[in-house]
């Protein structure tokens, strides 16, 4: 490990920052983060004991392993970090409140496969919103829920890992799907996507559906409506002003839509993170 220091802190949940919500399963513990008045915008290189799943709830955050580029962050991403991976963090002057899932001993030779890895995928972003949602409620059913969907989320990073290499997404597969995320207000068109990857619409579209499930505007739709979500729990702006920004036709075609995805209105949705 160098010089690296070792962060091993599960029982506080092993982040930098005040720990505002701690709940501890069989398998993991969740913990939401808020920044401490005393955190440095810049945390130097340093690993943990336990791996963990993080994701950026709010603010800004970069990431930077050994030896490899930066990475921003992306809000309600899961990244998964195994045990003594070297890695820096950055701030860049947004404080970032964090949601993580730090996986417990017993659990460590079921995640030894799993590979370092960044979640893009709809259905881990929806794990992730929900992990969220248990982290704010703490019911008495909250510890049953975030059990579930810890091993949901571990089943899908060790499927991936494990996965024969040819039936992995090509990078340039990747990159369309990065677009899809970093351009997600823009009127993106699949002629458009190709030509940014070198790649014909017919095979882009079809090698989408392959690897990923679903179409490349399914899956914009559905980075938009997660995307809405957290600007409907964290901003004071209107329905109407939401789903024009995400390119949405108009608030109706908005609220249908979010409601079939996420089981309630978008009206539905704010009120019940405001009465939290």
């Not at 709010?58 to 050994?66: I, N, Q």
């Not at 990244?79 to 001993?105: C, D």
């Not at 993106?188 to 505007?217: M, Q």
Request: zero cysteines; charged letters at 25%.
């Amino acid at each position: 490990m160098g010089t690296a220091p070792q962060l091993n802190d599960g029982k506080n949940g092993q982040f930098h920052g005040g720990i505002r919500v701690r709940i501890e399963t069989p398998h993991a513990f969740l913990v939401k983060t808020l920044p401490a008045p005393q955190a440095p915008e810049h945390k130097d290189f340093h690993y943990h004991e336990y791996p963990f799943f993080w994701t950026l709830v709010d603010g800004s955050a970069t990431e930077k392993l050994a030896n490899r580029r930066e990475r921003a962050y992306r809000q309600m991403v899961p990244v998964f970090t195994p045990a003594g991976e070297v890695h820096a963090h950055s701030s860049n002057g947004r404080t970032a409140v964090g949601l993580g899932l730090i996986i417990r001993p017993d659990m460590l030779d079921s995640v030894k496969k799993i590979e370092p890895m960044e979640m893009l995928d709809p259905e881990s972003v929806a794990t992730m919103e929900r992990l969220n949602a248990e982290a704010e409620t703490r019911d008495e059913a909250s510890g049953l829920a975030i059990e579930g969907l810890t091993l949901e989320l571990l089943a899908k990073a060790l499927r991936y890992s494990v996965s024969p290499k040819d039936q992995r997404a090509p990078d340039w597969l990747k990159t369309a799907r990065d677009l899809l995320h970093d351009r997600h207000r823009e009127k993106l068109r699949i002629g458009e996507i190709a030509h940014s990857v070198g790649i014909h619409p017919v095979h882009l579209s079809t090698e989408f559906r392959r690897y990923f499930g679903t179409t490349p505007g399914q899956y914009l739709r559905t980075v938009r409506l997660h995307s809405a979500a957290g600007l409907l729990e964290r901003t004071d702006s209107t329905i109407g002003v939401i789903a024009t920004d995400l390119g949405f036709y108009d608030e109706a075609h908005f609220a249908h839509a979010f409601k079939e995805a996420l089981g309630v209105t978008p009206t539905e949705y704010r009120r019940g993170k405001q009465s939290l």
